[in-house]
């Protein structure tokens, strides 16, 4: 199973992006999924995320400027991101919790991210 990440480019504040996560491989089920972000010199920190029980986590520096969905028939998931600030400018990481076709388990499986710049 591997996750493609796209969306991410340089933006001025105040603008907006969506990235996308596409799962591919053998995929029996996503189980939950989450965007992450990791500024320089700063640990990686959940931005948003579903737990598999219907209910979504947002970071508490959010404040309503994300979005998070995700289309099960397609194994992607979204990130909408508004009123961007200089702040958020990241590398942004999609995460899926899976079971894989012919294997027992749950796997945490992370695409390869996706950087976000954002400029005032």
């Known amino acids: 199973v591997q996750l493609q990440a796209s969306g991410g480019g340089q933006v001025q504040a105040g603008g907006s992006l969506r990235l996308s996560c596409v799962a591919s491989g053998r995929i029996s089920s996503i189980h939950s999924a989450a965007w992450y972000r990791q500024a320089p010199g700063k640990q990686r920190e959940l931005v948003a995320g579903?737990?598999?029980?219907?209910?979504?986590n947002y970071g508490d520096f959010v404040k309503g400027q994300f979005t998070f969905s995700r289309d099960n028939g397609l194994n992607t998931v979204y990130l909408q991101m508004d009123r961007l600030k200089t702040d958020d400018t990241a590398v942004y990481y999609c995460?899926?919790?899976?079971?894989?076709?012919?294997?027992?388990?749950?796997?945490?499986?992370w695409g390869q991210g996706t950087l976000v710049t954002v400029s005032s």
């Open positions: 579903d737990t598999g029980g219907g209910s979504t």
């Open positions: 995460m899926m919790r899976v079971r894989q076709i012919g294997l027992s388990g749950i796997f945490d499986i």
